[in-house]
């Protein structure tokens, strides 16, 4: 079984940055990022393969970095200037090898929650 522990959400004023952590136990391949706003579907925010493959939404580019520790198997996101349409609860996600982590994740986090606001 796998398990995604999240770290790093709060608030923070526009223009800021926080950095939010996930580790993972078990075995996993793909780990990335999603975030649902309020009033609007989940979305893929960043994700990254074993080898360091990344995919970042349109939204995020140039301001997200994602990368990961493979030998301690976690993610951080690193996110800076951040936008007040940046809100929302970010979940960490993870798929096993042979499964998609930008399409249908197997394993979520339990969310944690970033606030841009002044």
């Known amino acids: 079984q796998v398990q995604l522990v999240e770290s790093g959400g709060g608030l923070v004023q526009p223009g800021g940055s926080l950095r939010l952590s996930c580790a993972a136990s078990?075995?996993?391949?793909?780990m990335g990022w999603y975030r649902q706003a309020p009033g609007k579907q989940r979305e893929l925010v960043a994700a990254?393969?074993?080898?360091?493959?990344?995919v970042y939404a349109d939204s995020v580019k140039g301001r997200f970095t994602i990368s990961r520790d493979n030998a301690k198997n976690t993610v951080v996101l690193q996110m800076n200037s951040l936008k007040p349409e940046d809100t929302g609860v970010y979940y960490c996600?993870?798929?096993?090898?042979?499964?998609?982590?930008?399409?249908?994740?197997?394993?979520w986090g339990q969310g944690t929650q970033v606030t841009v606001s002044s």
């Open positions: 996600a993870a798929a096993r090898f042979g499964s998609s982590i930008t399409r249908r994740p197997e394993y």
């Open positions: 078990g075995s996993i391949y793909g």
């Open positions: 990254i393969t074993s080898g360091g493959s990344t």
